[in-house]
């Protein structure tokens, strides 16, 4: 990630850049890599549960506007609008909310990204599950990258839609309780180990 985001940085190329800068550059990333993987933190998580437990989170809003999640405009207000239900669902299965809304926050944009349904109104499918056949209730089909035989191949699947946050807190809750995604309940109170059980799962 580090190397990813020193690349992006505009402006290479100075006077002082060369294969030995590039080298001890890359030293460099690599110790500070080794010291933040000890601690296993960077301290994003915690500073998103500081800046939502305040008194501000109070005065979030109602998470039952949906719309106003789907459309909050900023990662922030994203974040204050579905900590609520966060809340509610880490204490369900023992996961850090900060987690939870890492992961919505991930699989949607900050809400931008929320799939829709086809009259406009927001699917609420927060975590991007997918309706398979034992699906029983609303579904809507949305085009998805998948990455196969080594390619990424774009193609529509049907994804889950919910009448509410709420309810795409609650679905998700369910999954992880069954199924091939039981194991990831196991170290869900350590940050790294939920989202590793969760990447094999």
């Not at 005065?59 to 509610?88: C, H, K, M, Y």
């Not at 850090?96 to 900050?110: F, K, S």
């Amino acid at each position: 990630v580090i190397k990813s985001m020193r690349e992006a940085c505009p402006g290479g190329g100075g006077l002082l850049d060369s294969e030995q800068t590039d080298f001890y550059q890359g030293m460099f990333d690599s110790q500070l890599a080794l010291i933040l993987a000890q601690r296993n933190s960077v301290g994003i998580a915690d500073l998103i549960k500081r800046q939502l437990s305040g008194p501000a989170a109070a005065a979030a809003g109602n998470t039952s506007d949906n719309e106003a999640v789907a459309n909050s405009g900023s990662p922030e207000l994203f974040a204050r609008r579905i900590w609520p239900q966060a809340s509610r669902a880490g204490k369900k299965i023992g996961v850090d909310p900060g987690l939870l809304v890492a992961q919505a926050a991930l699989e949607t944009g900050w809400g931008t990204s929320v799939i829709r349904l086809p009259d406009g109104r927001s699917s609420n499918n927060l975590f991007g599950i997918k309706a398979g056949p034992d699906w029983h209730g609303a579904r809507v089909t949305h085009l998805t990258t998948e990455y196969e035989n080594g390619a990424y191949v774009t193609k529509p699947a049907d994804f889950r839609a919910y009448p509410s946050v709420h309810e795409s807190f609650d679905d998700y809750v369910n999954l992880l309780k069954s199924g091939r995604y039981q194991a990831i309940l196991n170290g869900s109170s350590d940050p790294a180990s939920y989202g590793y059980a969760l990447q094999a799962a």
